[in-house]
């Protein structure tokens, strides 16, 4: 069966009042409108830690009541920092399988009621128990990360700020953005240091937000054309590569293999960038660039709105803010709006026909690639 | 008994993987033909951080560092010298469960050329 992307709704990232449920119904009530009061008997929700962060549990019980779904089924999906992309694959596949017919998917987090500090803690509950022994926190990793792909492709570090301006360029125009304000490389190298490599813009932030998705059986501009997800090691030292995460490119070719396309099919990308070196490795795991060649794709402005390859058009995780919980399915939703003519001022200079979504959960230990484009039917 | 200035390591009997021991099967094939080794407790470093802003309870900096030592067995120690850089050759010592790496000390330099019979103040 052919499903597609019918609605979207995307909340403001950033420092918000609301709690999670609130964040989560904002997102899903624009979704609903946008279809029309349409029945929904799916919800599926995605948050990483609404216990741990926000105090909140049963979220599906508690969002179908305020959604005035509550005769409705519902699940709630887990996958860390990629809970949101996991989320919308669940809700495929049960809406594939005939069992439901239109599901909203709805997928947030809270975490700005707790200091850094705790959230901090929080989050490093995705790693492994060794890593987290040791002091490392997920920043220290991706430090790691990073300063292991400097120096295997003896790769500039100024490419980790070609990133951050680019993302932050790009979110300027994104009226959902944590952050709309540009900023120049002298700003990121001069903030403050995090990990060395990373400094503080290199680095996603703390954040509260949500993101909605309606998909049904239909076709139509935002068709689901591929869906892949993988795992591997959680411990950092028992991956064979450091500069690569082997989930994302297995993720991908189950993905392209759905979707019957190769990467050169496909026009632009939302990556998960929660760190910059992540926006490097991720886009030469989804086979846009050779392995070593993603600094330079990021300098050379292949991936800017108007390159070959856009990547981020949105203002990616380091521009929007990275309320984990959310980040995988605004991604999704954000393709879909550009599939469908909705990107307002992020729409890309070229109308793409097919975008590609990549959610990273944990450090790479739990990895989604969704592709979309149009299944059939007329763009709207 | 392994000799503590070695590593102790685990070898997968299946996949000829080896690893730091840890609870559980093999990691890479599950196997649970596991047997017990050592490696010598020199590495090099892969990559190294200093963690500015680090986890409750861990001061600043905290330095950590990947270093790859024999059978190509990867270790995340606590970083004890400062400025660690890819390339470096590190001792690694396990103390309280932990890793921790110290960079090792040069080869010692060549002292002066010895006199062929004691000087003579002149």
Redesign the interface.
Known sequence: MKVAVSSTGVGRFGKRKEGLVELLCEAGREALDGLGRKPVDLLVVGHMAGGPLAHVENTVAKVADRLGLDAGAGFRIEAASASGAAAFHAAVGMVRSGRYDRALVVAGEKMTDLPN?EV??VL?GSLAP????????M??LA???A??YL?RYRADASALDQVTTQARAAAARNPNAQFRTPVTVEEVRSS???????RLLHCSAISDGAAAVVVEGTTGAAGVLGLGQATD?V????RPE?TSFRATRVASQRAFEEARKTIQEVDFAELHDAFAPFALIDLEDVGAVGAGEGAAAFRNGSTSPDGPFPVNPSGGILGRGHPVGASGLVQIAEVARQLRGEAGPMALPKPPRRGLAQSIGGLGSHNFVTILGNSGAARP | MTDPENLAIARCEHCHGR??P?PGPC??CGSTDLVPGVIPPTAVV?????????????ATP?R???AEGAESV?????GRTSGLA??QVVVVRTEN???YADAAAPPSAPGPPKLASPSRRH
């Open positions: 500090a901090t803690k490093a060794t890593e987290e022994a040791h002091g490392a926190t920043p220290a430090a790691l990360v300063g292991r120096d403050r240091a995090i990990a060395l490599p990373l090691h411990e950092l030292v028992e450091l | 690893f730091l840890h990691p890479r892969l990559a190294a951080t200093e963690l500015l802003a680090p986890a409750a309870g861990w905290h950590l560092t990947i990867r270790i995340l120690a606590i890819p390339g469960g932990l890793y």
